[in-house]
């Protein structure tokens, strides 16, 4: 019961982040006849902003009881039982997980197409297509954190502070190593000049957060100033680290990777 209630409020809050947003977009431009609907890029700007905080953590949380859980229970002596390898648990998991959270954002990313392309001004089918594909990534990443997580520790307690710690590495300690490294390898006095070395931008978005905040700001946003990552200044556009390529392959990289070695991890794991 426990679980179920912990999956419903996992897709409730993806409704609330995605649909909810565009209901209230909605009925405030139907509130006021005559004016100007917003502009579509306005609002999937702010969604996916809000989606770059908010997701990762959802993810996470929906996941992480997988595996531990049925530790602590007792119950994964019957999940590993013949004819289950931990492949066919970790894949199950995985696979259970990953469709809870696809299915919630999708029925909350169908209300935000009905409302923006019903309502808002200039809707691009293009971009939003491109927007769905990267957000379901950005969320299954997370999934495979949580997961990874659970299959790995020994116990909920440490899985949950391992989700928290995970989060709080990229939302808030990343830019602290970035800025770290400008100290140890920048003389006194040059800290924040501009422009920032290269390996600066690399490792910024290689953050699966950044990366993400980066594909939603092209595509709507044309690459402008974002307050969420560190925007290039003229001398610092030709870096490869800023390119749209580079934030798409750190997701990629992200995705296939954690859970991959999060299996590996749990293999030869004794949790029995």
Do not use: C
Request: hydrophobic share 50%; charged share 10%; aromatic share 12%.
């Amino acid at each position: 019961m426990r679980r179920s209630r912990l999956g419903q409020g996992v897709a409730a809050t993806m409704f609330v982040f995605t649909a909810g947003i565009a209901v209230l977009v909605a009925l405030a431009h139907f509130s006021t006849p005559g004016g100007d609907p917003p502009p579509f890029d306005t609002i999937m700007l702010l969604i996916g902003s809000l989606l770059s905080v908010i997701l990762p953590f959802i993810a996470m949380l929906g996941s992480y009881g997988a595996i531990i859980g049925e530790r602590e229970s007792g119950s994964v002596r019957f999940l590993l039982g013949l004819p289950n390898s931990r492949f066919d648990a970790y894949a199950g998991k995985y696979l259970s997980r990953s469709a809870l959270l696809v299915a919630a954002t999708a029925v909350g990313l169908l209300v935000v197409a009905a409302v923006g392309f019903g309502v808002l001004g200039e809707p691009d089918a293009v971009a939003f297509l491109l927007f769905t594909v990267a957000t379901v990534a950005f969320g299954l990443l997370f999934v495979g954190f949580g997961l990874a997580l659970s299959a790995t520790l020994d116990s909920e307690t440490q899985v949950t502070t391992g989700i928290i710690s995970t989060y709080v590495l990229f939302r808030g300690l990343w830019p602290v190593f970035q800025w770290g490294g400008l100290y140890l390898t920048r003389p006194d006095g040059e800290l924040g000049v501009r422009p920032y070395p290269e390996w600066y931008f690399y490792l910024g978005r290689l953050d699966p957060l950044n990366a993400y905040v980066k594909v939603v700001n092209v595509l709507f946003n044309d690459d402008r100033f974002h307050p969420l990552i560190t925007n290039p200044q003229a001398a610092e556009l030709d870096y490869l680290a800023v390119s749209t390529p580079y934030a798409v392959a750190a997701l990629t990289v992200w995705l296939v990777v954690v859970p991959v070695v999060g299996y590996l991890l749990f293999v030869d794991k004794d949790v029995l």
